[in-house]
């Protein structure tokens, strides 16, 4: 069982969207996944509430339970574990990074986004765990892109080189409790996500 923290310490940056769409694309490639929601807004449960499909399955859980959560995972064969964490909580942050083959740092290409990645890398390198970037809604043009992208090597991270694009389609399918490759199979949001989960498959080694 292969586990992901997603992390940042500023709101906003796209966790809970990140989080979702991931595991909605697990289960599309016969991965059985779990969403554990740490954020107290609770956002994935509240997506769960609103979908139709047993899977992925969504458990609300206080950072404390973490440990028993990822035991019974474990028992009933899952195959991914993604801990979807609330901005602005770095002790449960770590406690969770500690726990993860993989620290996933979402980041818009802003410069407040920008600036709140340093306290995410801490937080995985206390942890010693790997950590990635990936950058979320990306406008179509201009040159906030490679920016961003300038911007996120001063940290010495490595950045997933799939981007998610500023999409209509990550809002509506969540509205409807749906992942973008449910929604729209044939969209681009769709490909992102599918290349961006094939991307994490080989770097920790999901096997399909």
Known sequence: MKIIAMISQKG??????????????????????????????????????????????????????????LQTAHEHGADLVIIDTAPHSDAAALQVARAADLVIIPCKPSILDLRAIATSVDIAAMAKKPAVAILNSVPPRGSLTEEALEAIKCYDLKIIPEYLGQRAAFVHSLTVGLGVIEYEPAGKAAQEIQSVYQWICRFIDIKK
């Open 12 to 69: 906003g940056a796209g966790k809970t969207t990140l989080a979702i769409n991931l595991a909605v694309a697990a289960e599309s490639q016969g991965h059985s996944c779990v969403v554990i929601d740490i954020d107290p807004q609770g956002s994935a449960m509240g997506w769960q509430d609103t979908r139709t499909k047993e899977s992925p399955v969504v458990i609300s859980a206080q950072p404390v339970r973490i440990n028993a959560i």
